[in-house]
């Protein structure tokens, strides 16, 4: 039985891709240094400013999370998070 919480939000993203896949930080409230632990050595140029739904699962209670991951639609957000985690996410209304 899962555990972990689905997560999505709608606004403007911070997004790039690193060596294990596509990366993203929520536009407020980030630091250079926050992008820095986030994506490694930056790229000059290689950010990039999107809006859309990002997506992650989080263990309420402990630190636990997935990294954001932005999509352009909710719908799609969501349709990622069962697709690639569903044994992972608690399950409600069952």
Do not use: Q
């Not at 992008?35 to 790229?43: L, N, S």
């Amino acid at each position: 039985m899962g555990f972990m919480e689905t997560v999505v939000h709608g606004r403007w993203w911070i997004a790039d891709t690193v060596a294990d896949g596509p990366r993203a930080l929520p536009v407020e409230g980030w630091t250079r240094a926050d992008a820095r632990t986030e994506f490694g050595d930056i790229v000059p140029g290689s950010l990039k400013r999107k809006t859309g739904y990002g997506a992650r699962l989080s263990a309420p209670g402990f630190l636990g999370r997935t990294d954001w991951i932005v999509f352009d639609s909710e719908k799609e957000a969501r349709f990622y998070l069962e697709e690639h985690h569903g044994e992972d996410i608690v399950k409600t209304n069952v």
